[in-house]
């Protein structure tokens, strides 16, 4: 099992950046892909961006590709997510997510069901 704690967000500029980050506890860190995902009010739960457990393959939200960067470091059982050029639609909660395996099939990247931790979620405000 993985206890995950984001940590990062904030209030910023149309513009602005931030940096999110997700600390993971547990010895399964290094073996689980991750995701990031981002809930507005009123909205559901969406997908934003995933990364598979060595780093090597990313996957993104069209609405976010050139944007943000998903990163993870296993020596820090942490991952990050940098987020660029903001804009007030990207106002959400954002929560990490670790999935159950190492890889990320198809087209489930974006699936909150194939998900089985979650953190608590960090708030990001875009103000115009």
């Known amino acids: 099992q993985v206890q995950l704690v984001e940590s990062g967000g904030g209030l910023v500029q149309t513009g602005g950046s931030l940096r999110l980050s997700c600390a993971a506890s547990?010895?399964?860190?290094?073996?689980?892909?991750m995701g990031w995902f981002r809930q507005a009010p009123g909205k559901e739960r969406e997908f934003v961006a995933a990364v598979i457990y060595n780093g090597a393959t990313t996957y993104y939200a069209d609405s976010v590709k050139g944007r943000f960067t998903i990163s993870r470091d296993n020596a820090k059982n942490t991952v990050y997510l940098q987020m660029n050029n903001l804009k007030p639609e990207d106002t959400a909660v954002y929560y990490c997510?670790?999935?159950?395996?190492?890889?990320?099939?198809?087209?489930?990247?974006?699936?909150?069901?194939?998900?089985?931790?979650w953190g608590q979620g960090t708030q990001v405000t875009v103000s115009s």
């Open positions: 997510a670790a999935r159950p395996s190492p890889y990320i099939n198809g087209n489930s990247a974006h699936t909150t069901s194939g998900y089985n931790n």
């Open positions: 547990g010895r399964t860190f290094s073996s689980s892909a």
